[in-house]
């Protein structure tokens, strides 16, 4: 990896000097470098915790995550996180991070974090639903996708997501009243129909699950056409 083109230009020494701490992988090539030298530029922690440098930390880890390095990626916000204690965007890299790893347990603990720092970010909320749900936590996931929807109510995706936590909890018609929610927000979403599918047929209506699992196949249908076409630059009209 090319570090320094990864620490790109106008970086301030302090946010220098925490990615060789962040990364000892690094620190060797990094303080061979000139003006890298740890003696010469080793910063307060106040220095560390200022908003710029906190922004520096968080493109770097973003760079990380588009290279796919996401082991050395979280290595680098668990340090950040370490350092500054109250930066709610680095605990929920963190959750994304262990949450691409399987790590639902460790993610949910992150998004609680990233909760308390920002109690009103209804996507941390969402987020955290979603680790909670694949712990099989439905009642904590609930929950959570209830505040993320009192917060957010617009987004269908919260709606959708609290029927199949209420649908693994067995309250199915509960769940239709979120599917209806999310279908009203998004009326061509291929997966709220094949949701309302499922919950039909948990409650015996065979006939009005087939409908709705063939509605969600015409729309699934439809849009891979729509992408393939798109692909081949078919959306175009030829004069």
Do not use: W
């Not at 922004?55 to 050395?72: D, H, M, P, T």
């Not at 347990?105 to 909670?132: M, V």
């Not at 009203?184 to 699950?209: D, S």
Request: hydrophobic share 45%; charged share 15%; aromatic share 8%.
């Amino acid at each position: 990896m090319n570090f320094r083109a990864l620490l790109g230009t106008g970086i301030v020494v302090a946010c220098h000097v925490l990615l060789v701490q962040v990364l000892p992988v690094q620190a060797k090539s990094l303080e061979a470098e000139p003006g890298f030298e740890s003696n010469r530029c080793a910063p307060s922690m106040n220095q560390l915790a200022t908003a710029g440098c906190i922004n520096q930390i968080l493109s770097q880890g973003r760079a990380l995550v588009r290279q796919g390095n996401f082991a050395e990626a979280l290595a680098f916000y668990q340090k950040a996180a370490n350092l500054t204690h109250n930066n709610a965007r680095v605990y929920s890299a963190i959750g994304f991070l262990q949450a691409h790893q399987q790590d639902f347990q460790a993610a949910a603990a992150a998004y609680q974090k990233a909760i308390g720092l920002e109690p009103n970010n209804a996507r941390f909320y969402y987020a955290l639903g979603f680790s909670q749900a694949q712990l099989g936590d439905y009642n904590e996931a609930e929950l959570a996708y209830r505040r993320a929807i009192e917060l957010t109510p617009m987004h269908a995706d919260s709606h959708l997501s609290l029927g199949i936590v209420l649908a693994r909890q067995g309250h199915h018609r509960r769940a239709l009243l979120a599917y209806a929610t999310a279908l009203a927000l998004q009326p061509t979403n291929a997966a709220v129909y094949q949701a309302i599918g499922v919950a039909h047929q948990a409650l015996g209506k065979h006939q009005e699950a087939t409908a709705f699992f063939d509605r969600a196949g015409q729309l699934s249908y439809s849009s891979r056409t729509l992408t393939e076409r798109a692909e081949n630059g078919l959306m175009f009209d030829r004069k």
